[in-house]
């Protein structure tokens, strides 16, 4: 069996996507909504079974390397964090074996972890998309937005820190739970609304004064009832980066920061990065997944 016949799997807390790859190209891709907070521990083996079987049946039984939650605490099983600062080669020598009741080479990748007074923080897949990131465009600083956007202090793949912000996931909630989302109609998008906010993030570092503001606003007539979700994303977003361009002491000499993550989200940071006067790079999350699986499962 070739070297560069293998599975890599991205699993994550929500779904699944299986790449088959045949002489080092990915022939098939197979998606599943099992993703661990739906499935964990033992049962996990079932999913992976159901979704690969076929290409078992088809190819043998070939070598698997899968990244995410999947080797989270609540996953299949739980793989080790390697502390920073630490060289992203170390991935592909710290595979955590799964055990299989068919003896199948399954391994599950490391995620990162920070362990400071100041700084105790936790990666788990995006460290796979850092290794593909690293190894085609080299940056000090990578930021992965999303419900929680990771913002990575990089030195070529040393990986020295990295930091967590929820900016997603406190939008969501403000809107849904909050005084600054009720009794507001359907949302529009509006860039002008947007780019309101995110001055307006960069203003002080005052982040919980600024929240009320925004409902005040809102029943004051300062912003379009229909466009307060769009104003609280540039708030939360310029805070945000603001927050992290003091903590990382980043300037625009350092270079273009790279940014992983859907088209939406990325032109949302490089509009918020220019006007930090931060040059950025947009990248794509799934070659840069496959950029750093595939050469951790050849290599097995």
Same mark, same amino acid.
């Given at each position: 069996?070739?070297?560069?016949?293998?599975?890599?799997?991205?699993?994550?807390?929500?779904?699944?996507?299986?790449?088959?790859?045949?002489?080092?190209?990915?022939?098939?891709?197979?998606?599943?909504?099992?993703?661990?907070?739906?499935?964990?521990?033992?049962?996990?083996?079932?999913?992976?079974?159901?979704?690969?079987?076929?290409?078992?049946?088809?190819?043998?039984?070939?070598?698997?390397?899968?990244?995410?939650?999947?080797?989270?605490?609540?996953?299949?099983?739980?793989?080790?964090? /390697?502390?920073?600062?630490?060289?992203?080669?170390? #991935? =592909?020598?710290? !595979?955590?074996? %799964?055990?299989?009741?068919?003896? $199948?080479?399954?391994?599950?990748?490391?995620?990162?972890?920070?362990?400071?007074?100041?700084?105790?923080?936790?990666?788990?897949?995006?460290?796979?998309?850092?290794?593909?990131?690293?190894?085609?465009?080299?940056?000090?600083?990578?930021?992965?937005?999303?419900?929680?956007?990771?913002?990575?202090?990089?030195?070529?793949?040393?990986?020295?820190?990295?930091?967590?912000?929820?900016?997603?996931?406190?939008?969501?909630?403000?809107?849904?739970?909050?005084?600054?989302?009720?009794?507001?109609?359907?949302?529009?998008?509006?860039?002008?609304?947007?780019?309101?906010? /995110?001055?307006?993030?960069?203003?002080?570092?005052? #982040? =919980?004064?600024? !929240?009320?503001? %925004?409902?005040?606003?809102?029943? $004051?007539?300062?912003?379009?009832?229909?466009?307060?979700?769009?104003?609280?994303?540039?708030?939360?977003?310029?805070?945000?980066?603001?927050?992290?361009?003091?903590?990382?002491?980043?300037?625009?000499?350092?270079?273009?920061?790279?940014?992983?993550?859907?088209?939406?989200?990325?032109?949302?940071?490089?509009?918020?990065?220019?006007?930090?006067?931060?040059?950025?790079?947009?990248?794509?999350?799934?070659?840069?997944?496959?950029?750093?699986?595939?050469?951790?499962?050849?290599?097995?």
């Amino acid at each position: 069996m070739s070297e560069n016949n293998y599975i890599v799997i991205d699993w994550g807390s929500t779904n699944i996507r299986a790449f088959l790859c045949l002489e080092g190209k990915v022939k098939e891709v197979k998606k599943s909504p099992q993703g661990v907070t739906t499935v964990r521990g033992a049962a996990c083996e079932g999913v992976f079974d159901s979704l690969c079987q076929p290409w078992f049946d088809e190819y043998g039984p070939l070598k698997t390397v899968m990244a995410g939650m999947v080797g989270s605490v609540n996953g299949w099983i739980d793989a080790p964090y /390697l502390n920073c600062p630490v060289d992203l080669s170390e #991935l =592909a020598t710290k !595979l955590t074996p %799964v055990p299989h009741s068919r003896g $199948l080479n399954v391994n599950i990748i490391p995620g990162l972890c920070v362990q400071d007074p100041h700084n105790y923080n936790v990666i788990r897949g995006e460290e796979t998309q850092l290794a593909g990131a690293c190894a085609s465009t080299p940056c000090h600083i990578c930021i992965m937005p999303g419900t929680h956007c990771k913002w990575v202090l990089l030195d070529s793949s040393r990986v020295e820190s990295f930091r967590t912000a929820m900016t997603g996931e406190l939008h969501h909630l403000l809107m849904q739970y909050s005084l600054i989302g009720l009794g507001t109609p359907e949302q529009e998008s509006s860039a002008i609304a947007f780019e309101q906010g /995110l001055h307006k993030g960069f203003e002080e570092n005052n #982040l =919980a004064a600024h !929240l009320f503001e %925004v409902r005040a606003a809102n029943i $004051l007539h300062g912003i379009k009832p229909s466009q307060v979700s769009e104003f609280l994303s540039g708030l939360l977003i310029g805070a945000e980066i603001a927050s992290m361009q003091k903590i990382f002491k980043f300037t625009p000499q350092d270079g273009a920061a790279a940014i992983i993550a859907n088209p939406f989200l990325t032109q949302r940071y490089q509009q918020g990065l220019a006007l930090a006067g931060i040059e950025s790079v947009a990248l794509d999350g799934d070659k840069c997944f496959l950029n750093g699986i595939m050469p951790i499962a050849a290599a097995i």
